[in-house]
Each structure stands twice: as structure tokens, then as C-alpha cells.
């Protein structure tokens, strides 16, 4: 158990919708960075909070957006879903901003139909 | 821009066969090097990593060695079991860059066969 928490482990929703993914850090982590994998692009980097702020961006379409909460949970959302959106989203925490993200958690099954 | 490269799998492999599985690099600078395990199912788990060239990284019986002059960091281990089934997956960290900028490798599974 890597102490980072998902959820839901599953969404299935359609085109255009817009969807929440939550993620809970291994408690004392005060970083957490999202990531997308899909079987075409592999694993990406979206985006990096370190205890509310935002630290970092990757690939993140300007339909997503993502935030830290004061009790360091993190949201990512998705918008005007796409087809291209199904993929599994991970959510992974770090201690200290500049840490290599080294608690992952489960993910989040998103397909779009 | 900086990137992994990784052995196509999958890689099949008898219990107690000798395991490489190949990483190159593409980067500027100095970056940090690491290999990360995801077992079916699951989110991915830090395997073990290193930081500056020469180092060795070790952990449950695997081990990746920093190699600059072939920009190389394969993962190897003296004796697989079925348990080491999963994808593994071989990553840098520029710190250059953007800090929460894992780049990784497309991944090789393997599978142990008893």
C-alpha cells in the first residue's frame, strides 16, 4: 500500500462531460504530481503541486486543470471530454518539492464512450 | 528535448534466468536516473534510482548502473521469480527542467514463467 489514495477507481462517462478525479497524498507528503497513461503516449506528465501551489507543467491540455487544497488533496479535472481522453490517470505524492515523485497511487480507469 | 528509450517487451523468461532489460537517455546536463516497477493492477513503485554517473542502484536482488559514456541505465537481476512479473519502467529526472518532470520509457513487461 503506497498510501496515496484515488478515486473513484473507475469513471465511464461520454464525450463533452466533465469529470472530477480526487487524490488524498501519503500523509506528511507535501508534493503531488498528476500523470496520463495511455497505450499510444505512454506515461505523461500533466502537472506538480507542492503544498497548494503550483510547481510545475507538462503536457496538460488547457481543457484540464487541476488544484491542491489547504489539506493537501488534489483534484484534477477534465473537460469537454474527448475520446482521446480515456486513459489512466495517476495521481503520485513526494515529501519535499524536488523529490522524484516516489508514492504512486492505484489510478483512475477514465474511458469515454 | 530530453528522453528514455526502453527494449520493446515483452520479455519472456523462465524462474532463476538472468534478467536485462535495456534503457538509453537522451538529456542535457546531468539528470537523475530511475526504474520504476508496476505490478498488474497497481500504481507504480520506485525501484531504484540513481543520481550521478557510476552510481549503482539496487533493491530486491535488481540493479541499474549510471552509465554516462553509453548514456545507459539497464536494469538487470541474477535470477527472476514469477513474482517479478509487471511492467517496468526506466525514467529521468532533469532537474534543469520543470522538477516534477519524470520523463519515462514506454515500459517492457515481463513475465516469469515457473
Known amino acids: 500500500d503506497s498510501g496515496v489514495t484515488q478515486t473513484p477507481k473507475h469513471l465511464i462517462t461520454a464525450t463533452g462531460q466533465r469529470v472530477t478525479l480526487r487524490c488524498s497524498p501519503r500523509?506528511?507528503?507535501?508534493?503531488v504530481y498528476w500523470y496520463q497513461q495511455s497505450l499510444d503516449q505512454g506515461l505523461q506528465f500533466l502537472i506538480q503541486y507542492y503544498n497548494g501551489e503550483e510547481r510545475a507543467k507538462g503536457n496538460i491540455l488547457e481543457r484540464f486543470s487541476a488544484q491542491q487544497f489547504p489539506d493537501l488533496h488534489s483534484e484534477l479535472n477534465l473537460s469537454s471530454l474527448e475520446l482521446g481522453d480515456s486513459a489512466l490517470y495517476f495521481c503520485a505524492s513526494s515529501v519535499r518539492d524536488g523529490n522524484q515523485p516516489q508514492h504512486f497511487g492505484d489510478g483512475t480507469r477514465l474511458s469515454i464512450l | 528535448g530530453d528522453s528514455v528509450t526502453q527494449m520493446e517487451g515483452p520479455v519472456t523468461l523462465s524462474e532463476e534466468a538472468f534478467l536485462t532489460i535495456n534503457c538509453t537517455y537522451t538529456a542535457t546536463g546531468y539528470p537523475s536516473l530511475f526504474w520504476y516497477v508496476q505490478y498488474p493492477g497497481e500504481g507504480l513503485q520506485l525501484l531504484l534510482k540513481a543520481t550521478k554517473a557510476d552510481d549503482k542502484g539496487s533493491n530486491k536482488g535488481f540493479e541499474a548502473t549510471y552509465r554516462k559514456e553509453t548514456t545507459s541505465f539497464h536494469l538487470e537481476k541474477g535470477s527472476v521469480q514469477v513474482s517479478d512479473s509487471a511492467v517496468y519502467f526506466c525514467?529521468?529526472?532533469?532537474?534543469?527542467?520543470?522538477?516534477?518532470?519524470?520523463?519515462f520509457g514506454k515500459g517492457t513487461k515481463l513475465s516469469v514463467k515457473p
Open positions: 500523509s506528511g507528503d507535501l508534493s
Open positions: 525514467a529521468l529526472l532533469n532537474y534543469g527542467g520543470s522538477q516534477g518532470n519524470l520523463i
